[in-house]
């Protein structure tokens, strides 16, 4: 399996999964770059998947439904997103090629938000929910769903990777660093991150080992110590 990052608007990334002749577009927030960066590698989008409703996401879904491929999304935000032709929800299954991803149901973010997990290959697609050292802001949810969500990624195996749809790091460490001030992971992780940005270089794809270590949201105890950071979070000018 192949996993293309394709860097899409300001900050987000939609990512290209190719698989046994097959490809599928996610998250595509405009179609333009997503289809040249499949072309180029000699690709046709044959699906289309998609996290939430959220236009950052789901912008270039349908130009690229428009030449052919066929879109999954979550079936409590199909109201919301248009031309969807598969509706997906917690424990449903997509295939590409002979891979299956496992459908998360992961609210908080928005109502609907849904997570697309390999399980066998170790990889989770988390869209705006798990960032590297961060969280989505809570649009549609509580601070108790999001909590529950961060249980559950922090249970995935140590070297599970974290695909998600922003990049958000560097804003996401410098905030990490202020609410755990002796967190030494943290430390070490801005620099790294710091280091990263300047040189212009992605921090994404994550691993669950290192959210672990560096990220407050996935470490909160219970769900008010995770409110207490995204409101914390929210007002952070870092
Ligand atoms: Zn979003
Ligand atoms: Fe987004």
Same mark, same amino acid.
């Given at each position: 399996?192949?996993?293309?990052?394709?860097?899409?608007?300001? #900050?987000?990334?939609? /990512?290209?999964?190719?698989?046994? %002749?097959?490809?599928?577009?996610?998250?595509?927030?405009?179609?333009?770059?997503?289809?040249?960066?499949?072309? *180029?590698?000699? /690709?046709?989008? %044959?699906?289309? /998947?998609?996290? !939430? /409703?959220?236009?950052? !996401?789901?912008?270039?879904?349908?130009?690229?439904?428009?030449?052919?491929?066929?879109?999954?999304?979550?079936?409590?935000?199909?109201?919301?997103?248009?031309?969807?032709?598969?509706?997906?929800?917690?424990?449903?299954?997509?295939?590409? %090629?002979?891979?299956?991803?496992?459908?998360?149901?992961?609210?908080? !973010?928005? *109502?609907?938000?849904?997570?697309?997990?390999?399980?066998?290959?170790?990889?989770?697609?988390?869209?705006?929910?798990?960032?590297?050292?961060?969280?989505?802001?809570?649009?549609?949810?509580?601070?108790?769903?999001?909590? =529950?969500?961060?249980?559950?990624?922090?249970?995935?195996?140590? #070297?599970?990777?974290?695909?998600?749809?922003?990049?958000?790091?560097?804003?996401?460490?410098?905030?990490?660093?202020?609410?755990?001030?002796?967190?030494?992971?943290?430390?070490?992780?801005?620099?790294?991150?710091? =280091?990263?940005?300047?040189?212009?270089?992605?921090?994404?794809?994550?691993?669950?080992?290192?959210?672990?270590?560096?990220?407050?949201?996935?470490?909160?105890?219970?769900?008010?110590?995770?409110?207490? !950071?995204?409101?914390?979070?929210?007002?952070?000018? %870092?």
């Amino acid at each position: 399996m192949e996993i293309v990052r394709v860097p899409v608007l300001s #900050d987000n990334y939609a /990512w290209l999964i190719h698989h046994g %002749g097959e490809t599928v577009a996610l998250d595509p927030g405009e179609a333009a770059p997503v289809v040249a960066a499949a072309a *180029a590698r000699g /690709w046709t989008i %044959g699906q289309v /998947w998609l996290t !939430h /409703w959220h236009p950052d !996401h789901v912008g270039g879904a349908g130009e690229i439904r428009a030449q052919g491929a066929r879109v999954a999304g979550p079936a409590a935000e199909a109201a919301r997103i248009e031309g969807l032709h598969t509706l997906l929800s917690e424990g449903d299954d997509i295939a590409i %090629g002979d891979a299956r991803a496992t459908i998360w149901s992961v609210p908080g !973010h928005t *109502a609907g938000h849904i997570a697309f997990h390999f399980a066998d290959r170790a990889l989770i697609f988390t869209g705006d929910t798990l960032f590297a050292m961060g969280c989505g802001r809570l649009f549609e949810g509580t601070a108790a769903q999001m909590h =529950a969500n961060m249980r559950r990624f922090a249970a995935l195996p140590e #070297d599970t990777r974290v695909y998600c749809g922003h990049e958000y790091t560097l804003s996401n460490a410098r905030f990490a660093a202020v609410a755990e001030p002796d967190n030494t992971a943290i430390a070490a992780r801005l620099a790294d991150v710091t =280091a990263m940005r300047e040189q212009g270089e992605p921090t994404i794809p994550t691993t669950i080992a290192l959210e672990r270590a560096t990220n407050p949201f996935l470490r909160s105890v219970d769900p008010d110590e995770l409110a207490r !950071h995204r409101a914390a979070k929210d007002a952070f000018k %870092g």
